[in-house]
């Protein structure tokens, strides 16, 4: 037995951490194609800031879209388990995904395109808005008292896993298809995705169900309605739990996807380059992620969290600064350091969100709370950003948007976050 349970465990952090890496590839590979080949293959008769803010406001439809797919899979989730909610947010969104790689441009079928886009983007949205609350609960209730924020970390891993797959499929299938990347081969990173179905699925149906809702369904209390208690009981704490991620969310999609706009539009800096960059960044995320997580568990969510909002909002007018010298090394300085401080919040953020609800409502009210913040803070990140810089040209706007997100995030934390209780079994 003493062997079995850490086996389990093993394959539980496994099973989250693949099938999230899975799905946040899917999500990141629209954001990149949104801002380098979109605008001018579903948009091409707007002008260029015009048809990136088009694109971008498709990008912000799988935000909205985000906390609809909590609300749905955190219900069913709360109801019939983790592990069957978990294996259809999957299938839902790499079917999504691979759709978008065998869809028309406008040039083939007009107005059709934009359109069949964004509903594909909206199915991208709900499936990752599913996902999180139940990768992360699948790791933290497998995890041992003491570790959780380590053991909570490892789904949120997948980000920057997915970032760096993403990033690398994209960035390797340029380089093969040269000049026709723009006109098919952005279509092979979308199209890759049936294989990692595949794999995510055979890792996940060999998983069994978290301990702790095993053990809600063995005294028969679980719950009937649990969106709409949660919402009713817990609505302070989704309230927190969305707001505390603005320090968070937003700045992290200015630093991974709005830079390329940024860097080739308004610096005229090379596309490879910046995703060489982004690259790399992510890849020290893989051990910068887990590492706060750990941090966590010794000096406390709230310190560690609240230090990364305030180094980032202190980085914001630093950030842009290091981006326009046009200098190579400082650039890539600029973006590992604005990534470091995103998982200085995101490390620990798992556990800091799903240790406020008992078990019984834990998928509903941690899922919607985190999704929320896509409509305020990560979906509309990249549009305020563009507009910004259209409207004065310069990014000190930027940097006062990033630092005023820090600044409601840190109220946030401090002041309508609940402090964690004992574990509630309802």
Same mark, same amino acid.
């Given at each position: 037995?003493?062997?079995?349970?850490?086996?389990? *465990? *093993? !394959?539980?952090?496994? $099973?989250?951490?693949?099938?999230?890496?899975?799905?946040?590839?899917?999500?990141?590979?629209?954001?990149?194609?949104?801002?380098?080949?979109?605008?001018?293959?579903?948009? /091409?008769?707007? +002008?260029?800031?015009?048809?990136? &803010?088009?694109?971008?406001?498709?990008?912000?439809?799988?935000?909205?879209? %985000?906390?609809?797919?909590?609300?749905?899979?955190?219900?069913?989730?709360?109801?019939?388990?983790?592990?069957?909610? &978990?294996?259809?947010?999957?299938?839902?969104?790499?079917?999504?995904?691979?759709?978008?790689?065998?869809?028309?441009?406008?040039?083939?079928?007009?107005?059709?395109?934009?359109?069949?886009?964004?509903?594909?983007?909206?199915?991208?949205?709900?499936?990752?808005?599913?996902?999180?609350?139940? =990768?992360?609960?699948?790791?933290?209730?497998?995890?041992?008292?003491?570790?959780?924020?380590?053991?909570? =970390?490892? /789904?949120?891993?997948?980000?920057?896993?997915?970032?760096?797959? @993403?990033?690398?499929?994209? %960035?390797?299938?340029?380089?093969?298809?040269?000049?026709?990347?723009?006109?098919?081969?952005?279509?092979? /990173?979308?199209?890759? =995705?049936?294989?990692?179905?595949?794999?995510?699925?055979?890792? %996940?149906?060999?998983?069994?169900? =978290?301990?702790?809702?095993?053990?809600?369904?063995?005294?028969?209390?679980? $719950?009937?309605?649990?969106?709409?208690?949660?919402?009713?009981?817990?609505?302070?704490?989704?309230?927190?739990?969305?707001?505390? *991620?603005?320090?968070?969310?937003?700045?992290?999609? &200015?630093?991974?996807?709005?830079?390329?706009?940024?860097?080739?539009?308004?610096?005229?800096?090379?596309?490879?380059?910046?995703?060489?960059?982004?690259?790399?960044?992510?890849?020290?995320?893989?051990?910068?992620?887990?590492?706060?997580?750990?941090?966590?568990?010794?000096?406390?969510? *709230?310190?560690?969290?609240?230090?990364?909002?305030?180094?980032?909002?202190?980085?914001?007018?630093?950030?842009?600064?290091?981006?326009?010298?046009?200098?190579?090394?400082?650039?890539?300085?600029?973006?590992?350091?604005?990534?470091?401080?995103?998982?200085?919040?995101?490390?620990?953020?798992?556990?800091?969100?799903?240790? !406020?609800?008992?078990?019984?409502?834990?998928?509903?009210?941690?899922?919607?709370?985190?999704?929320? $913040? @896509?409509?305020?803070?990560?979906?509309?990140?990249?549009?305020?950003?563009?507009?910004?810089?259209?409207?004065?040209?310069?990014?000190?706007?930027?940097?006062?948007?990033?630092?005023?997100?820090? +600044?409601?995030?840190?109220?946030?934390?401090?002041?309508?976050?609940?402090?964690?209780? !004992?574990?509630? /079994?309802?």
């Amino acid at each position: 037995m003493d062997t079995v349970v850490p086996a389990h *465990r *093993r !394959r539980a952090v496994v $099973a989250s951490t693949v099938g999230t890496t899975i799905e946040w590839y899917d999500f990141f590979l629209y954001n990149t194609a949104a801002s380098l080949i979109f605008p001018a293959l579903f948009f /091409p008769n707007h +002008a260029a800031f015009t048809g990136i &803010l088009l694109s971008f406001g498709t990008q912000f439809v799988g935000f909205v879209a %985000r906390p609809v797919g909590a609300a749905i899979f955190g219900h069913y989730g709360d109801r019939i388990g983790r592990k069957a909610t &978990l294996i259809a947010t999957l299938v839902l969104m790499g079917a999504t995904t691979t759709l978008i790689g065998l869809l028309p441009t406008y040039q083939t079928i007009g107005y059709a395109a934009p359109i069949l886009l964004v509903l594909l983007r909206i199915g991208q949205g709900i499936g990752v808005g599913g996902e999180w609350g139940g =990768s992360v609960l699948l790791s933290m209730e497998w995890g041992t008292p003491g570790r959780r924020g380590f053991f909570a =970390s490892w /789904p949120q891993v997948g980000v920057p896993l997915g970032l760096v797959t @993403s990033t690398g499929v994209v %960035r390797l299938t340029s380089d093969w298809t040269g000049p026709s990347f723009d006109s098919w081969g952005w279509r092979i /990173p979308f199209l890759l =995705s049936v294989v990692l179905i595949g794999i995510g699925l055979y890792v %996940r149906l060999r998983v069994l169900e =978290s301990p702790e809702f095993t053990s809600v369904v063995d005294t028969g209390k679980v $719950a009937r309605r649990p969106l709409l208690k949660v919402i009713r009981t817990e609505w302070r704490t989704i309230l927190g739990s969305a707001l505390v *991620r603005l320090g968070e969310q937003a700045p992290f999609y &200015l630093f991974t996807s709005f830079i390329l706009t940024y860097g080739t539009k308004q610096l005229g800096l090379n596309r490879d380059g910046l995703l060489d960059d982004i690259l790399i960044a992510a890849t020290v995320g893989l051990v910068t992620v887990p590492l706060f997580g750990h941090l966590s568990d010794r000096f406390g969510r *709230r310190r560690v969290y609240g230090a990364g909002i305030i180094l980032t909002g202190a980085f914001a007018f630093p950030y842009f600064g290091l981006l326009d010298t046009k200098a190579t090394g400082l650039i890539l300085l600029a973006v590992v350091l604005s990534l470091v401080f995103h998982d200085m919040q995101y490390g620990p953020q798992a556990a800091l969100i799903a240790e !406020r609800f008992g078990t019984s409502l834990r998928y509903s009210g941690a899922g919607l709370g985190y999704q929320l $913040a @896509s409509v305020i803070a990560g979906g509309p990140a990249p549009l305020i950003a563009t507009k910004i810089l259209q409207e004065t040209g310069s990014s000190t706007g930027i940097s006062w948007y990033i630092i005023g997100c820090c +600044a409601l995030g840190l109220v946030a934390l401090i002041f309508i976050l609940p402090r964690a209780t !004992r574990p509630r /079994p309802e």
